[in-house]
Nanobody, 127 residues
Framework: QVQLVESGGDTVQAGGSLRLSCAAS????????MAWFRQAPGKEREFVAA????????YYTDSVKGRFSISRDNAKNTVYLQMNSLKTEDTAVYYC????????????????????WGQGTQVTVSS
């Protein structure tokens, strides 16, 4: 099991940038796909971005492509989400997640593909 703690959420104006961090504990961090999900009030939790265990492949939901970038530092047990050109519709609680599977290099986008979750960090984008 991987324990996850997110940080970096804040209130920013539309067009601004934020970088979220997710610090993981546990010896197996580097073997898991890591992802960011988000949940806005009254909506279901949705996939934002994922990065495979090796860092070789990244996946994004269409609405953030070209604006968000996911990366990881396995030496620091940390995954990041760089968010640029933020829009009001990006407002949500952002969650970091570690995959149920290890050493998997395909695309994982479903909530059920992830077994460890952080507590979430609030991102608010004002107009």
């Amino acid at each position: 099991q991987v324990q996850l703690v997110e940080s970096g959420g804040d209130t920013v104006q539309a067009g601004g940038s934020l970088r979220l961090s997710c610090a993981a504990s546990g010896r197996t961090f580097s073997s898991h796909t890591m992802a960011w999900f988000r949940q806005a009030p009254g909506k279901e939790r949705e996939f934002v971005a994922a990065i495979t265990w090796s860092g070789e492949s990244t996946y994004y939901t269409d609405s953030v492509k070209g604006r968000f970038s996911i990366s990881r530092d396995n030496a620091k047990n940390t995954v990041y989400l760089q968010m640029n050109s933020l829009k009001t519709e990006d407002t949500a609680v952002y969650y970091c997640a570690a995959s149920l599977y290890t050493y998997y290099s395909g695309s994982l986008r479903l909530v059920g593909d992830f077994s460890s979750w952080g507590q979430g960090t609030q991102v608010t984008v004002s107009s």
